[in-house]
């Protein structure tokens, strides 16, 4: 089983758990339970959304201020340019930011969004067809 589960600590649930609702995620009931809520991206990728509480509870470091210091960032890849711009907008509505602007590489486009609580995406179009063109013509 090769599965990845990213543990984010949240201030609001029950808004985070929209916010990801609206950016595509599905709630997973299996592992969503008072303290945290499953938001399913694919069957491999699983968000575990984290009460600030429950997740220090599990961990000695100092928790960082997410809105205001990175730590690390997570990239999402999408099977359209339309899909990426949908995903951004819906984030948007629901909350989230855009923090830098679009990254155009002509074979890759990549659109960045915090949540609500800070956390940063990356939601990536890679066109693999022009991607080795590109990457022939060097």
């Known amino acids: 089983m090769k599965k990845i589960f990213i543990n984010l600590p949240v201030e609001d649930l029950d808004k985070s758990m929209?916010?990801?609702?609206q950016m595509?995620?599905?709630?997973?009931?299996?592992?969503t339970g008072e303290n945290q809520k499953c938001m399913l991206w694919s069957e491999?990728?699983?968000v575990m959304?984290?009460?600030k509480e429950f997740f220090s509870a599990h961990n000695k470091k100092q928790l960082v201020d997410s809105k205001n210091n990175i730590a690390s960032s997570f990239t999402l890849?999408?099977?359209?340019?339309?899909?990426?711009?949908?995903?951004?907008k819906n984030g948007i509505e629901a909350g989230g930011t855009e923090s830098t602007p679009m990254i155009d590489e002509v074979f890759m486009q990549v659109r960045t969004i915090e949540d609500l609580d800070g956390h940063t995406w990356g939601i990536i179009y890679l066109d693999?067809?022009?991607?080795?063109?590109?990457?022939a013509s060097r």
């Not at 595509?24 to 592992?31: D, H, I, P, S």
């Open 49 to 51: 959304l984290q009460s």
């Open 24 to 31: 595509g995620f599905n709630n997973y009931a299996l592992f």
């Open 44 to 46: 491999h990728i699983y």
């Open 128 to 135: 693999e067809n022009k991607f080795m063109e590109f990457k």
């Open 18 to 21: 929209r916010f990801y609702a």
């Open 77 to 88: 890849p999408v099977e359209s340019l339309d899909m990426l711009h949908e995903i951004i």
